[in-house]
């Protein structure tokens, strides 16, 4: 760990370098025209600072390149599928532990060996998008049930109180419970140990299994040893050994805390489970021991497995977030508090009083931040929740204005960051001038990634 340093430095070098493709102001207007005002569709060499997910876009290191080299092809009982296994065990001592590619098809696995059409629920504290989506298509309900809590950091928690209303009300028709660490959609908030152990606690009480949404899970693990005063002395490797004790199953986007650009896992002990994930693995992602990955894909994610536990390496991220959050919020742009692992969110409508919901202030902002810095970011507001009601024509807005800064792991350094406050500098100063978008034409799912829109 570094000495009592005021500055934190990112604790790495660069060995290999990308280019960043420069552009200028006249340009990013150009390209957003032709993008039609959604981030989505332009081409990345046409952004600066790419904020848009930190999904599968962090750095890897020179030994995951390395273990990418050193990966094992084979079809079946690949080494790097048991170098992977190793240290999953490591971690979370489950029994089965199969690869998939990503972490929605883990969930569409494990949803579509339990979840019963009209019967089944499954309740978190809150489902990601995915996770609610692989539910629903199989005719099970997600409900959500975070904490209003008091707590300042924690506020990713579990409602016990709502979950325990929900177990006595439909104990028969859960087949599990999940918990989502750290809490992607309420802003990357994480969830205390206590708060894990109790909701542990209360599904043993009703015979309802528990399963972990752990793609932050080493984000997770460092709120919990800074901010929850029992773990102040405890290593993050036995946080995470005792997070992954109180559950009986996980799903994971190796996206994330694996530092990997593709990957994810589903793990369990439930050995009838492993007999209808085995039949469904097989049938879409391919044979148990590699699950739709590269023998060099499962390599990378083991070393990376081993590198987030770092606590130099949390520091820094968990950090570097704060930094970002704290200086946006100094500018006198609103944010959303606590600041989370992973992300930064704006609240655009609170900063953008002048633009109406129906004109899409998160958005507007959203292009604003790219045609002055080039910096993209992404809405989750209403272009991304809303929807236009069909027999009404018209539009019906969601409840929040936000914009969301992803910072990919490892992969900007502090000027990028500075860079990108500096941006926020100068759309502070033009507020006023910022002006709405409207939708010209949309899908009728999922309507963010395609649509198109045009200044007001
Ligand atoms: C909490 C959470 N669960 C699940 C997923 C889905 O993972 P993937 O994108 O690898 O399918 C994500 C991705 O962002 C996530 O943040």
């Known amino acids: 760990m570094q000495d009592n340093f005021k500055t934190i430095i990112e604790p790495f070098k660069i060995k290999m370098v990308e280019a960043i493709s420069m552009s200028n102001k006249e340009e990013r207007k150009l390209f957003l025209q032709k993008a039609y005002y959604n981030l989505f569709l332009l081409n990345s060499d046409e952004v600066i600072i790419d904020l848009l997910t930190d999904s599968g876009t ?23 599928y048991r170098e992977m296994k190793k240290i999953v065990y490591e971690l979370s001592k489950m029994k089965h532990i199969f690869p998939t590619h990503q972490g929605r098809a883990s969930e569409r696995i494990l949803f579509s060996c339990v979840v019963k059409k009209d019967i089944s629920i499954v309740p978190n504290n809150t489902h990601f998008d995915t996770t609610r989506a692989n539910i629903e298509y199989l005719g099970g309900t997600a409900l959500d049930f975070t904490q209003d809590s008091e707590d300042p950091i924690f506020k990713g928690n579990m409602d016990l ?55 932050r899970f080493a984000e997770n693990s460092y709120f919990i040893q800074q901010y ?30 694996a530092i990997v650009n593709i990957g994810g896992l ?59 959050g704290q200086a946006i919020k100094k500018i006198g742009i609103p944010i959303i508090e606590p600041i989370g692992g992973h992300a930064i969110y704006i609240d655009a409508k609170k900063f953008l009083p002048h633009i109406p919901v129906s004109q899409l202030p998160a958005q507007a902002l959203a292009c604003n931040l790219y045609i002055e810095g080039g910096v993209r970011s992404v809405e989750i507001g209403s272009l991304m929740f809303g929807r236009l009601d069909t027999s009404s024509k018209k539009e019906v807005p969601h409840d929040m204005e936000l914009l969301r800064l992803a910072i990919p792991r490892r992969t900007y350094t502090q000027s990028h960051i500075d860079y990108v406050i500096e941006t926020f500098e100068k759309i502070y100063k033009q507020k006023k001038d910022i002006s709405g978008l409207q939708i010209v034409k949309q899908a009728p799912l999922l309507r963010h990634f395609s649509a198109h829109l045009k200044p007001v």
């Open 58 to 80: 962090g750095t890897m290191s020179s030994k995951q390149w390395a273990a990418l080299i050193d990966g094992d092809e084979s079809y079946a009982g690949s080494r790097s």
């Open 161 to 215: 109180k709502l979950l325990k209303d929900c177990f006595e009300k439909n104990k028969k028709n859960i087949p599990l419970c999940m918990i989502t660490i750290t809490n992607n959609s309420r802003g990357g908030l994480p969830v205390s140990l206590k708060n894990i152990k109790e909701t542990k606690a209360l599904c043993d009480q009703f015979n309802i299994p528990l399963f972990i949404d752990a793609c």
């Open 228 to 257: 929850e005063s029992e773990y102040k002395n405890t290593s993050i490797l036995k946080i995470i050994q005792e997070i992954f004790s109180y559950c009986d199953g996980f799903t994971m986007s190796a996206k994330k805390d």
């Open 266 to 324: 589903l793990c369990f002990n439930d050995d009838k489970l492993a007999e209808g994930v085995t039949n469904q693995l097989i049938l879409t992602e391919g044979f148990t021991t590699y699950g739709g990955l590269a023998g060099r894909d499962m390599a990378a994610m083991a070393q990376g497995l081993k590198e987030v536990q770092d606590e130099s390496y949390l520091k820094y991220r968990i950090t570097s977030t704060k930094y970002l």
